[in-house]
């Protein structure tokens, strides 16, 4: 799982961004992207420095994305404890990141002037995205959206950050207000590469072809059926014992107690034994079927002849000759 932390930071006194549109926007590209099951979207708004050291302990993002102002003096504007602007130099900021390179993979400032004091620093260990000079609201917004729709969709940052580029060049923007990019000293690749879908050739020949399996289906119906059946008789033995206990109880009243003997008697003695020798036959098959059903869990590991066998013990199962 990939997640994403937006930090929203628009302090009191500074120029009103459209930091929830950036939101919404972003949002939507990762429920339009192919991978949007991988991806997490959290953001947090008027964050102070505290803030932020709490939000990169708990949550571990493999992405900060951090939207605000920054100033050509190297700074970027936080929000202090009660809502005014907290300038925070940006090599220091980037100095304070470095203890967290175990899980963040990058790092998008989309603030104005947000590469300044870094812009000359060679492999770190997480991409560094961020803007030279001061950016309009509409480019950072292209270019945020361009970015996350291609690294969503499978590409590596390095590529989904020339992606963008060639999105926002096409609109017309000026190359010095595209962002610049410092890249990971950590290999860059495609973390999400297509899956190669091999084709099987098609086999002509009838005695190629693989054993079909009974299905599991079919043995649930079997083994619903024969629950059924066991239940039934449960019923007549207990039908069977209630006879005789009315027989006795009633015989209590006669003097002559060998008329009870002569009515049990006069039960065939099959009819006692019936009902249990079906309900061992029953318990058998139960017993048959959950073996099967284990064997067919490894289904994929059966050659053909084990196919047939695990067949055949299903038929005798159906036709009640176990």
Avoid at 59 to 77: D, M, Q, Y
Avoid at 253 to 271: A, H, M, N, V, Y
Wanted: hydrophobic share 40%; proline share 3%.
């Amino acid at each position: 799982m990939k997640k994403i932390l937006f930090i929203k930071i628009n302090p009191i006194g500074t120029v009103n961004l459209r930091l929830d549109e950036e939101e919404k926007a972003l949002r939507q590209v990762l429920d339009l992207s192919i991978h949007r099951d991988i991806f997490t979207l959290e953001s947090r708004g008027a964050v102070t420095t505290d803030d932020l050291h709490q939000y990169l302990e708990l949550i571990k993002p493999t992405i900060l994305h951090i939207s605000g102002h920054g100033s050509e003096e190297g700074v970027l504007f936080f929000h202090d404890s009660e809502g005014h602007k907290k300038e925070v130099s940006i090599l220091k900021f980037y100095e304070f990141l470095k203890n967290f390179d175990s899980h963040i993979d990058s790092v998008f400032l989309n603030a104005c002037f947000s590469m300044s004091g870094i812009d000359t620093i060679t492999s770190p260990n997480f991409h560094i995205i961020g803007m030279k000079e001061e950016v309009p609201n509409d480019t950072a917004l292209a270019f945020a959206r361009a970015f996350y729709t291609s690294h969503c969709n499978g590409k590596s940052v390095t590529d989904a950050f020339e992606t963008a580029k060639g999105v926002v060049g096409m609109d017309g923007f000026n190359d010095e207000l595209i962002p610049k990019h410092i890249k990971s000293n950590i290999p860059d690749q495609e973390f999400l590469k297509p899956e190669k879908v091999e084709v099987q050739p098609v086999v002509e020949n009838q005695a190629q072809k693989s054993v079909s399996l009974v299905s599991p289906v079919n043995v649930a119906l079997v083994k619903k059926n024969r629950i059924k059946d066991k239940r039934f008789y449960y019923i007549i033995i207990a039908v069977l014992v209630a006879t005789s206990a009315a027989l006795v109880l009633s015989s209590l009243s006669l003097e002559d107690k060998s008329i009870l003997f002569t009515s049990i008697g006069s039960l065939p003695l099959f009819t006692l034994k019936w009902p249990f020798d079906k309900l061992e036959s029953i318990k058998k098959a139960l017993e048959s079927i959950l073996i099967l059903e284990n064997e067919l869990q490894l289904s994929h590991e059966m050659t053909d002849e084990e196919k047939r066998t695990l067949n055949n013990q299903f038929r005798r199962i159906v036709e009640a000759k176990i």
